[in-house]
């Protein structure tokens, strides 16, 4: 990996991790825990169609992993790590198919991949379906939220990269 | 508009249609009344039921649910409702949550495997 991909990669976890924690503030929504806006993943998304698979991965790792520790929630750790794995397992090879025009599409794939690993780790913690019914509230709003980091990764996209556009 | 897309958007739609219908099938507040009928919840942790119990007949009061772990629920029961009105878990959503007023949605403390929900009829406290 060169130094400039390596500052590149660096400079845009640090800049989801901002957007993370500044996000956090933001009053809850809904008083279901998963349900929020995301805002972070703009930069998983712009990842996925600039970087290649293992980039991505690392600086998602990276972001996940630091954003636990500087909320001081550990416990939430489990539940973002396995949605954010299957959501990049979805993304990775979808965006192969899905044109930087329809990338709003492959958001919310992702996001909705992201739900169902959170609800799948919910569910192996707790040991019991309980959380189940929360599952279809989680993928509504996960639809939306994609949509909106979707188009912001798009318009990012476009300006960085407009020979993407003819794609 | 590529096929692979196509299939994708078809998918997306169809996914996004049901779970909207779902959701506002789960979010509609439950029927049940404790004032003109008994209405029973249970109480679970480590999907092992603590308390049965039936909100028509339960006295106002608040109780401590306390976690393998440590920590604790505080329990508040008032006018045949419930809530949890206070924990030590680091999210708070189980607080935040208000009082258990939907039939399909309960509330849960996910740090402490806590369940509260609606069930029905009971015959044993």
């Known amino acids: 990996m060169s130094t400039k991909k390596l500052t590149e990669l660096s400079i845009l976890t640090a800049a989801a991790l901002i957007v993370f924690v500044v996000e956090l503030r933001f009053p809850d929504i809904l008083p279901i825990p998963g349900v929020k806006l995301g805002l972070a993943n703009i930069f998983t998304v712009y990842a996925v169609y600039r970087f290649r698979a293992n980039e991505v991965f690392l600086m998602v790792l990276t972001r996940v992993i630091l954003g636990a520790i500087f909320c001081s929630n550990l416990s939430a750790l489990m539940y973002s790590l396995s949605g954010a794995m299957l959501c990049l397992a979805g993304m990775l090879p979808l965006h192969k198919i899905i044109p930087v025009k329809y990338l709003w599409l492959c958001s919310i794939i992702g996001a909705m991949l992201h739900n169902t690993g959170q609800i799948l780790a919910a569910m192996a913690i707790m040991r019991s379906p309980a959380v189940l019914p929360f599952y279809p509230i989680l993928l509504t709003a996960g639809c939306i939220a994609g949509a909106f980091t979707g188009i912001c990764a798009q318009l990012i996209l476009k300006r960085k990269l407009p020979s993407d556009k003819k794609q | ?125």
């Open chain 2, 1 to 125: 508009m590529t096929k692979g897309v196509k299939i994708c958007l078809a998918a997306v739609g169809l996914i996004f249609a049901i779970s909207l219908v779902l959701t506002i099938k789960f979010l509609s507040p439950t029927g049940r009344d404790a004032s003109k009928e008994d209405v029973w919840v249970e109480i679970e942790q480590d999907n092992k039921v603590l308390y049965r119990l039936n909100l028509a007949d339960e006295p106002d009061r608040v109780f401590r649910v306390s976690a393998p772990d440590g920590g604790y629920n505080e329990i508040k029961i008032s006018d045949g409702k419930i809530c949890v009105s206070d924990a030590d878990c680091p999210d708070h959503t189980c607080v935040k949550n208000g009082w258990l007023r939907y039939d399909y949605l309960p509330i849960i403390c996910l740090p402490h495997k806590l369940v509260v929900r609606f069930c029905e009829g009971g015959d044993s406290e």
